[in-house]
């Protein structure tokens, strides 16, 4: 029920926004299949269009590959930031898991 009314208020918002700039509002609804849909093309990941997040169907390596893709971002600008040497900006690929058990305390 919380859905439906969020879904309304927020095709509501998007209609008075239409009006105020002067533009026609589409009326009919969009049925979007989220397997086809192309993921570097959404503008709000928190909406694909029918209200669904991007992400309401991961499964758990989804998120596991997210957090260590974040681990990984945040390890390379941690060392960036606390070597603060114009000169060696970053590590080779080798020493990944000696650096990356320093700064996090797992293995990788």
Request: hydrophobic share 40%; net charge negative.
């Amino acid at each position: 029920a919380q859905r439906k009314t969020l879904l309304a208020k927020r095709a509501e918002a998007k209609k008075k926004a239409a009006e105020e700039k002067g533009e026609e509002v589409a009326e009919e609804k969009m049925d979007i299949d989220a397997e086809d849909l192309d993921v570097f093309g959404v503008e709000d990941v928190t909406d694909i269009g029918t209200g669904e997040p991007l992400f309401a169907n991961f499964a758990f390596e989804d998120w596991l590959l997210l957090a260590t893709r974040y681990e990984l971002h945040l390890l390379l600008h941690s060392f960036k930031k606390d070597l603060d040497d114009p000169d060696r900006p970053s590590f080779m690929q080798k020493d990944l898991s000696f650096y990356f058990n320093k700064y996090f305390k797992k293995n990788f």
